[in-house]
């Protein structure tokens, strides 16, 4: 069955600094990946997605997420954070031709910003 | 366009009482659905409706039933509630047919049993 493994439950970053959250999945097929956000108290907005072609996709708020076959990974990063930019942060993943159904989430990041 | 919208935001309930979570979207999407996120869980699917007249279940269906009213709504309903059901529910859509598979989420329920 496939999964999505975000290795880190709470990462804490300097206002200003670069940011990477890590996400692998685990699925033998042509994943769909998707990276949502999550501020507190709100519901989840989508970041980013990646379906086919270029590897390197750009999202909303300046974050970008780069899809890496061979390690079956999909960070999200960010040149420089923004204290607005705290939230958690969820990767998910379905399968071409799943049913309707089969988005997996990860157990979501939470980001801290330092001022 | 209001998106995806629950009522109510905030519920608590004893254990035993029932209720029901409403879920509405005007973005004329065919699928939606139910979710639920737990401290250190992520989120996971109760249950889906690939189009109107449709249901299945998700991974965690157990003591939940659900209703398509219309196109547009969504409901679950606890019947008999438990303490082990206190969470914050989503509520999702998606245009459902095609390639894009992007879900839009409510601003959830959360919903603590007693």
């Known amino acids: 069955a496939q999964s999505v493994t975000q290795p880190d439950i709470h990462i804490t970053v300097s206002e200003g600094a670069s940011l990477e959250l890590r996400c692998n999945y685990s699925y033998g097929a042509t994943p769909y990946l998707f990276w949502y956000v999550q501020s507190p108290g709100q519901g989840l907005q989508l970041l980013l997605k990646?379906?086919?072609?270029?590897?390197l996709v750009q999202g909303i708020k300046g974050f970008e997420a780069e899809f890496k076959r061979s390690q079956s990974s999909f960070n999200l990063r960010k040149p420089s954070v923004h204290w607005s930019d705290a939230a958690e942060y969820f990767c998910a993943v379905t399968v071409y031709g799943g049913s309707q159904g089969n988005l997996i989430f990860g157990k979501g990041t939470k980001l801290s910003v330092k001022p | 366009n209001a998106g995806v919208t629950q009522t109510p935001k905030f519920q608590v309930l004893k254990t035993g009482q029932s209720m029901t979570l409403q879920c509405a979207q005007d973005?004329?999407?065919?699928?939606m659905y139910w979710y639920r996120q737990d401290p250190g869980m992520g989120l996971r699917l109760i249950y889906y409706?690939?189009?109107?007249?449709?249901?299945d279940k998700g991974e965690v269906p157990n003591g939940y039933n659900v209703s398509r009213l219309n196109k547009r709504e969504f409901s679950l309903r606890l019947e008999s509630a438990a303490p082990s059901q206190t969470s914050v529910y989503f509520c999702?859509?998606?245009?459902?047919?095609?390639?894009?598979?992007?879900?839009?989420f409510g601003p959830g329920t959360r919903l603590t049993v007693t």
């Open positions: 409706s690939a189009s109107e007249g449709t249901t």
């Open positions: 990646y379906f086919s072609g270029d590897t």
């Open positions: 973005m004329n999407h065919n699928s």
């Open positions: 999702a859509s998606s245009e459902g047919t095609g390639t894009t598979y992007e879900q839009y």
